[in-house]
């Protein structure tokens, strides 16, 4: 029995939501609280009657006072960050100010720089341990499943891990020419940032999309995809000892990679504000009004996703390899919960996370990213919730 609060009302919020009150023997009250209340209130009017006591509320996560009130007022033993990675400072210090638990998916990046680092969420590090709190990063898929993949392949797979791949596949189709499946802002700085991977303890850097290799999916088919930097890559690279070399790709279509081209050419992908009509906008907060939402794609994005990590390492003195991965798919999770299964995957680690942070197992005070914590029983729990994992002790290797 314990109450949790969700910030947010998008696709990911919408998941998670479905899932603790699924878990309702976990999440008995359950506040779901965002800028948009009426959001919250649709969910509230979905979920009633399952077991979990919900409430909702209007909240603008910018703004640590009223956050503070209102976790005050409520009273959670944990709050699970939803909203964008934007607010992850201002909900951070609204728990310790209110002293509760606190969990995202996403780590902190300033409005005005498109740059994913840890190092002003792990800057609150002590803050928590002397307040005995926990807080747990990057509880999605990618960052989240990647890492408790990482962490479960060498507590029990691997004596060294010297190489890892994560390759995310998004096999669905939504039928436009042009949509992303989560928020485009955050998709599209993503993309368009240039490219990094790890070798021998640093960061090499690339243009953006520059390496293109192709894979076969399961229950997908071959692939294009292409390297990105994804900020699991720098906690990984922390946490996982003795490794040498690590990437990280994403599959992309043909005519998604047209668009996004021709949009930065113009400019419209740009996060400079510039002056129009005597406002200030910034081209792609426009560009994000302008495309579908991605909360309306559930309908019509029908496929799978395939995601994963590749590892190389030793174990007795041998050299082997071992993947892990999920399949999920886009239909099936828009049955379940009415969110396309982006959403899916990431608001059911969501979940996850901060039940084994209720239940005591990830409970530890200070600030850790999954692969830090126990992996065993976030595995069994994604078994029993919906991200079933595969595993491949022969898999085809990315060169
Ligand atoms: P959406 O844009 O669909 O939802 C974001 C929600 O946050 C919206 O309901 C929005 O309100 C609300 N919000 C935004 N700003 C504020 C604010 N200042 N105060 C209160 N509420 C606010 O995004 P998603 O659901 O797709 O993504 C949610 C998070 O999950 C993001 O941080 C994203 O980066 C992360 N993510 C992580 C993945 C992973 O694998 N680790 C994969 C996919 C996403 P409103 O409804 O009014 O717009």
Avoid at 120 to 138: M, N, S
Avoid at 151 to 179: M, Q, V
Wanted: charged fraction near 25%; include cysteine.
């Amino acid at each position: 029995m314990s109450r949790a609060m969700i910030i947010g009302a998008g696709g990911v919020a919408r998941v998670c939501a479905y899932k603790c009150v699924e878990n309702s023997e976990v999440f008995s009250h359950l506040m779901i609280a965002s800028r948009t209340k009426s959001k919250c209130d649709q969910l509230k009017s979905e979920l009633d009657g399952r077991g979990t006591e919900i409430e909702t509320a209007q909240v603008d996560a910018d703004n640590v006072p009223e956050l503070v009130e209102l976790i005050n007022q409520y009273k959670p033993e944990i709050v699970i960050n939803l909203a964008l990675p934007y607010q992850d400072l201002s909900i951070m210090d609204a728990c310790l100010e209110a002293g509760v638990n606190y969990l995202d998916t996403a780590n902190y990046e300033p409005l005005d720089t498109a740059k994913f680092e840890y190092k002003w969420q792990w800057a609150y590090r002590d803050r928590f341990r002397d307040a005995g709190l926990t807080a747990i990063l990057g509880s999605g898929f990618d960052p989240g499943v990647t890492g408790v993949y990482s962490a479960y392949a060498l507590k029990h797979e691997f004596d060294e891990i010297h190489e890892i791949d994560i390759l995310d596949c998004n096999g669905g189709d939504h039928g436009y020419p042009f949509a992303t499946n989560f928020n485009p802002e955050i998709n599209i700085r993503e993309v368009t940032a240039k490219g990094r991977y790890w070798v021998e303890g640093e960061f090499i850097e690339t243009e953006p999309l520059e390496i293109k290799r192709s894979y076969y999916f399961e229950e997908v088919g071959e692939r294009d995809m292409y390297l990105l930097y994804h900020e699991e890559l720098e906690s990984l690279a922390e946490n996982i000892t003795g490794i040498k070399k690590m990437r990280f790709f994403m599959t992309f279509g043909e005519s998604y990679l047209t668009h996004l081209k021709c949009l930065e050419n113009v400019g419209m992908t740009s996060i400079e504000p510039i002056e129009f009509e005597g406002q200030q906008i910034v081209p792609l907060q426009f560009l994000k009004a302008v495309l579908p939402d991605p909360a309306t794609l559930g309908p019509r994005t029908n496929g799978k996703t395939n995601i994963g990590c590749i590892f190389k390492g030793v174990k007795d003195g041998k050299e082997k390899t071992y993947r892990l991965y999920n399949i999920s798919d886009h239909q099936e999770a828009y049955k379940e919960t009415g969110a396309q299964a982006v959403s899916y995957t990431t608001g059911v680690p969501a979940m996850i996370g901060a039940s084994l942070v209720l239940q005591g197992q990830w409970r530890k005070a200070g600030v850790y990213n999954v692969e830090e914590l126990d992996p065993d029983p976030f595995m069994a729990g994604m078994n029993k919730f919906g991200l079933e994992y595969i595993e491949d002790r022969d898999p085809a290797l990315v060169p």
